[in-house]
Structures are given as C-alpha cells and as structure tokens.
C-alpha cells in the first residue's frame, strides 16, 4: 500500500489514526498463506464487531474477503443473488 501520509492528504475524510507504521511493514517482508489470511481476517472481524459506528464501509481485496467468509462456510459467490453478481462482474475495479 501507499504511504499513510499520502493517502492522508488525498482522502482527509478517512480516519487513519488506527495504523501505527507510515509505510507497509508487512507486504515486502511476509509471504502470507491461506491459514495466516484466515487469523488476519478473524481479527478484522473482531475490530469490526467492536466499532461503535451502526453503519461501516469495507473496501478490501477480494482473496482477504473470500478467506473472511471462508470460515462461515461461504465460498466464493456463495448467496450472492445472480443479479448482485452479475452487477460486482460489470464494475471495472471489481
């Protein structure tokens, strides 16, 4: 990922008090697998579950979110109406 400090001055809306380190610590250094994908998305779901705020959105990759839902045993397109898949297949940055 980009720098906090930069992506900070193109989006002063966002909240990035949360991220301790400036650049990406992680990225350059690990080589993450399924089971180490699956304890970071546990972990985001327990951050998730402890916000305050009623409604959050969540942009993310979609291999960290198909390991998010992995472990309530949805796969890939597992109830995604054809409709609502057919429309996140038509969007560029899908």
């Given at each position: 990922?980009?720098?906090?400090?930069?992506?900070?001055e193109e989006f002063?809306?966002v909240d990035f008090?949360?991220?301790?380190?400036?650049?990406?610590?992680?990225?350059?250094?690990?080589?993450?697998?399924?089971?180490?994908?699956?304890?970071?998305?546990?972990?985001?779901l327990q951050w998730?579950?402890?916000?305050?705020?009623?409604?959050?959105?969540?942009?993310?990759?979609?291999?960290?979110?198909?390991?998010?839902?992995?472990?309530?045993?949805?796969?890939?397109?597992?109830?995604?109406?054809?409709?609502?898949?057919?429309?996140?297949?038509?969007?560029?940055?899908?």
């Amino acid at each position: 990922r980009r720098c906090i400090t930069e992506l900070s001055e193109e989006f002063p809306t966002v909240d990035f008090t949360a991220i301790i380190d400036d650049a990406d610590m992680i990225a350059d250094r690990v080589q993450e697998n399924s089971d180490l994908c699956r304890k970071r998305a546990t972990k985001f779901l327990q951050w998730l579950c402890s916000r305050p705020e009623q409604r959050i959105a969540v942009v993310s990759h979609s291999g960290f979110l198909t390991h998010l839902f992995s472990q309530f045993g949805m796969t890939k397109h597992y109830n995604i109406a054809s409709k609502d898949l057919r429309e996140l297949h038509r969007r560029p940055l899908h």
